[in-house]
């Protein structure tokens, strides 16, 4: 297998487990005022995602540092044709990452509000912003024979890539309104049960439909599959949910996001940027590439220090994996 291709294989890892991992701690941050009634509740829902929020970025970070060590034209061009969607996505998880750790430090409610809110809506717009850049993705974007970008603000707000933004968003509301009934008790993990029901059958439903236009439009019979696997993994977690097995319903939704991202990889391979213009003016794993040498370097350095992350990220999740009680929160 060409190294391009590995990298290629490499950086659809990253961002497969960044939208597992992160995709449940957006979705509890959607959720804090919806099944956070009152300010010992709220703070049990956050002590859920507290240890392991600010980890699950780290996929991101490394996705964006090897996209641009591997592939730096897909990299430029990916930041040219999307700056402002980007630009908003970097100020959200500044704004998400200060109210997440300043919220505690004032023993103020009106403070306390005031960041939840931050959490809240800046939980909710990011992955409605990585829907619509991983539609376009797809889609594709209007790249001239020198793969720049020639469109605007506007070529990338389409109704594809809308539709894609609020199936992420759905989707995600789903994966974490499940992972707060895998981590909570008593009341709380009831109302997050039910919650993930009605959340489920609306993701179910924006899923579909989004991944049925994308397979349809610009997949593949095997991106096809895979897109259909993705759906009959939130069935079953949804299933899952209903029968009270909330650790068997959080391996559903995460095979689904898992799944739905791999159908939105294979079929924009070997592409990374399709034109939509001229297909020939396409950037590919082959022209969007770093040198050979580049990419064996990259290859030791990822062999060696991939499996260390894993593990350190592995271990955390172990050693918080009690779950939180709404009255030991209150009291602490």
């Given at each position: 297998?060409?190294?391009?291709?590995?990298?290629?294989?490499i950086i659809a890892g990253l961002w497969i487990g960044y939208f597992v991992l992160e995709g449940f701690d957006f979705g509890v941050g959607i959720l804090l005022r919806v099944l956070g009634r009152d300010e010992p509740e709220r703070r049990a829902v956050?002590?859920?995602?507290?240890?392991?929020?600010?980890?699950?970025?780290?996929?991101?970070?490394?996705?964006?540092?090897?996209?641009?060590?591997?592939?730096?034209?897909?990299?430029a061009t990916l930041?040219?044709?999307?700056?402002?969607?980007?630009?908003?996505?970097?100020?959200?998880?500044?704004?998400?990452?200060?109210?997440?750790?300043?919220?505690?430090?004032?023993?103020?409610?009106?403070?306390?509000?005031?960041?939840?809110?931050?959490?809240?809506?800046?939980?909710?717009?990011?992955?409605?912003?990585?829907?619509?850049?991983?539609?376009n993705l797809v889609r594709g974007v209007p790249l001239d024979a020198s793969h720049e970008f020639v469109g605007?603000?506007?070529?990338?707000?389409?109704?594809?890539?809308l539709l894609g933004g609020v199936a992420f968003t759905a989707l995600f509301i789903a994966h974490g309104a499940i992972f707060l009934a895998l981590k909570t008790t008593g009341?709380?993990?009831?109302?997050?049960?039910?919650?993930?029901?009605?959340?489920?059958?609306?993701?179910?439903?924006?899923v579909v439909g989004f991944l049925?236009?994308?397979?349809?439009?610009?997949?593949?019979?095997?991106?096809?599959?895979?897109?259909?696997?993705?759906?009959?993994?939130?069935?079953?977690?949804?299933?899952?949910?209903?029968?009270?097995?909330?650790?068997?319903?959080?391996?559903?939704?995460?095979?689904a996001v898992a799944l739905g991202v791999v159908s939105l990889f294979v079929a924009l391979f070997p592409n990374v940027m399709p034109s939509t213009l001229d297909p020939a003016w396409s950037l590919t794993v082959t022209n969007a590439s770093s040198t050979p040498y580049t990419l064996k370097?990259?290859?030791?350095?990822?062999?060696?220090?991939?499996?260390?992350?894993?593990?350190?990220?592995?271990?955390t999740y172990w050693v918080f994996k009690k779950r939180v009680s709404v009255e030991r929160v209150a009291v602490s």
């Open positions: 297998m060409e190294l391009t291709t590995v990298w290629f294989l956050i002590t859920t995602i507290g240890p392991v929020w600010d980890g699950n970025e780290v996929w991101l970070i490394v996705a964006g540092a090897m996209t641009f060590a591997a592939f730096p034209e897909w990299y930041f040219s044709a999307f700056y402002l969607p980007l630009f908003a996505v970097l100020v959200s998880l500044i704004l998400r990452g200060v109210a997440l750790e300043y919220r505690g430090k004032r023993d103020d409610l009106v403070w306390r509000s005031r960041m939840d809110t931050i959490i809240t809506a800046s939980s909710a717009l990011l992955p409605l912003l990585w829907g619509v850049a991983f539609a605007n603000l506007g070529t990338v707000l389409n109704p594809f890539a009341d709380l993990r009831e109302r997050a049960n039910r919650l993930a029901s009605m959340a489920g059958l609306a993701a179910v439903v924006l049925a236009w994308a397979h349809s439009q610009y997949g593949s019979g095997a991106s096809a599959v895979v897109a259909g696997l993705a759906a009959v993994a939130l069935v079953a977690g949804l299933v899952a949910n209903r029968m009270a097995r909330e650790g068997w319903a959080f391996v559903g939704t995460a095979a370097v990259l290859t030791v350095i990822a062999g060696i220090f991939t499996p260390l992350v894993m593990l350190y990220q592995g271990w």
